[in-house]
Structure formats: C-alpha cells, structure tokens
C-alpha cells in the first residue's frame, strides 16, 4: 500500500517566520504534489513535480516555494507566513509511468499562522 | 480557466436512503474524473472514470459518466453512518507534461443520521 507520510499533523506558527512542511512517500513515484484546503474553496494545487530537482507551479503558488532534492521527499516552503496562510495542507503522489494513476495523500498539516 | 463544480454542497439523509451526488466540468483537454471520499484524514480514492456511460461499482456506491454533457454521478444506495464524509470530485487534464495533475471541486458534505 502507498504511503504518503507529512511530518507535522498540526502546526501553529507566526506571522512572518519560515514554515517547513515536509512530505515523503514510499512507492517511488514520480509525481509529488502540494495542495492546500479551505471552506468554500475545496482543493487548490499550489505547486508540484515530475522528478528531482523539478517543479512546476500550480494554481496559487505566491507566498510559497517548493524543493525536491530527492525523489521521495518533496518539501513546501512559506518564506513568511501571513494570516492567510492558515490552512489544511495535503501532499499527494502519483505514478507518472502509470497514465492516469489516481493521487494518493498524506494525512494534512493543519498549520495555523498566529 | 478550468473549473469543477459539485452538487449539492451539503446532504442530509437518514441510514437507508439512497443519494446522488453531482459533478460538472468545463475543462480544456480532458483526461479523466475522480471521486474520493474524505473523512478526517486523507481523500482516499473511490473510482476513476475516463469513458462516457460505462458504470463503474464498488458495493453500495457506483458512478458513471457522461462526456458529451460533461458531468458525473455518485450513487450510493442504502447509506450508512459510515458514509458521512466529504465526497471529492476531481478532473484530470490530458496535457502531455501534466502527469496526473487533478482540478478538485468544492466537495459535497454528507451527513447520514441513524
């Protein structure tokens, strides 16, 4: 079974430090993606990757950066965290060899900026 | 701009009584409509659809597609309490470097009470 593992479950931090989400899975797959979720607003793809050392942005990237510098560890960055920020965020990998193979997630990283 | 809409938002039943719950797109370059099932913790996968009118089952729940109208069902029939979750659908895009890259709909909360 895949599993994808996000360090923190919950997470407060404060407005204007670094925040550090951390996301490891153990199938090898290719495919590593960051979303996050609101109210209203259900799941928004903030950034993702095909491969090491590889990113794309997604849909709402500002605020946030991303690095994968090995293939089962894909790490967001909130350079600064601001209010707006607060959020559920879920990982997800996928196989890219496997055409459309469905995202599997991890559990969230409830991160609250103070 | 692609876009995933689901209804209704939010459902009410009793155990026993069947629902259906509803997903439109209008994408550019569609390659495949998802359902997940979200309770606490991570969506977890139900069914992958990529061809109108072929019904795809698993138990109580089952979900078709129709591509020339550009939506989706989700049936499940006699509900549970178990069943009470937020049901997830999400459209993959066909383009070549997009892997498995998903746009999420809001989501339908269902509450199945005793």
């Known amino acids: 079974d895949v599993k994808v593992t996000q360090s923190s479950r919950y997470l407060v931090k404060r407005t204007g430090e670094k925040v550090f989400l951390e996301c490891v899975q153990d199938m090898d797959h290719e495919n590593m993606f960051w979303y996050r979720q609101d109210p209203g607003l259900g799941l928004r793809l903030i950034y993702f990757?095909?491969?090491?050392?590889?990113?794309e942005k997604g849909d709402i990237p500002e605020g946030y950066s991303v690095s994968r510098e090995k293939k089962e560890r894909f790490s967001l960055i909130l350079e600064s965290a601001s209010t707006n920020q607060t959020s559920m965020y879920l990982c997800?990998?996928?196989?890219?060899?496997?055409?459309?193979?469905?995202?599997?997630f991890g559990n969230g990283t409830r991160l609250t900026v103070t | 701009e692609d876009k995933v809409v689901q209804s209704p938002l939010s459902l009410v039943v009793h155990e026993g009584d069947t629902v259906t719950l509803n997903c439109s797109y209008e994408v550019t370059n569609f390659r495949s409509l998802l359902w997940y099932k979200q309770e606490k913790k991570a969506p977890t996968f139900l069914f992958m659809l990529t061809s109108s009118g072929i019904e795809k089952k698993s138990g109580r729940l089952s979900s078709i597609l129709d591509k020339k109208e550009l939506f989706s069902i989700l049936n499940i029939t006699a509900t549970q309490t178990g069943d009470s979750a937020v049901y997830l659908c999400a459209v993959g895009l066909g383009e070549e470097t997009s892997g498995s890259r998903l746009t999420f709909g809001e989501g339908t909360q269902l509450t199945v009470n005793p």
């Open positions: 997800a990998s996928s196989s890219f060899w496997q055409g459309n193979s469905p995202l599997h």
């Open positions: 990757s095909y491969d090491v050392k590889m990113k």
